[in-house]
């Protein structure tokens, strides 16, 4: 499987007077090709800084092609590929966002899911991740346990 085209880092979270936001880097093939930014200023739309003339059209086409979000399709046809373009990055902001977030509760806890939890909800241990650990939870749970979420961050088996 070809991996996405798109990543963001260096990201910095912050909040103001009209609520939370971020400004990030946009990668298109490990390239930075824009500074991006949600300062709430502007309810709905983000702000970037496009370092390359033609990345703003490879990002809207990426997301357009690929018929993402069409929950939006609602929305003003002039803005329609903006704001499709714009939940994308979001959504990879908030997904590298949730990954940092959950890698720190995985050095101090220990996370998991059982059969008719929600996806993305986890349970968790009070003490670590550990060998020790994943036998509690294989006695305790057998095959109710679907996923130890630490076992995604950490070397253990």
Do not use: H
């Not at 499987?1 to 009209?18: K, R």
């Not at 500074?35 to 003339?53: A, H, I, N, S």
């Not at 509760?105 to 003490?127: M, P, V």
């Amino acid at each position: 499987m070809t991996p996405a085209p798109y990543t963001v880092g260096q990201i910095i979270s912050f909040s103001t007077d009209n609520g939370p936001g971020f400004s990030a880097c946009l990668y298109e093939n490990g390239r930075m090709v824009a500074v991006v930014m949600d300062d709430e200023e502007q309810p709905g739309f983000l702000l970037y800084r496009w370092r390359e003339r033609d990345a703003r059209r490879r990002l809207l086409d990426y997301v357009e092609g690929r018929g993402l979000f069409p929950d939006l399709a609602g929305f003003d046809p002039q803005n329609l590929r903006v704001a499709r373009a714009d939940r994308f990055v979001a959504e990879l902001v908030d997904a590298d966002l949730s990954e940092r977030n959950f890698r720190n509760l995985c050095t101090q806890k220990t996370l998991f899911r059982l059969s008719g939890d929600a996806e993305g909800e986890y349970r968790s241990l009070s003490n670590p991740w550990s060998p020790q650990a994943r036998a509690y939870l294989i006695e305790t749970f057998g095959d109710r346990l679907i996923e130890v979420l630490n076992e995604r961050f950490s070397g253990l088996p």
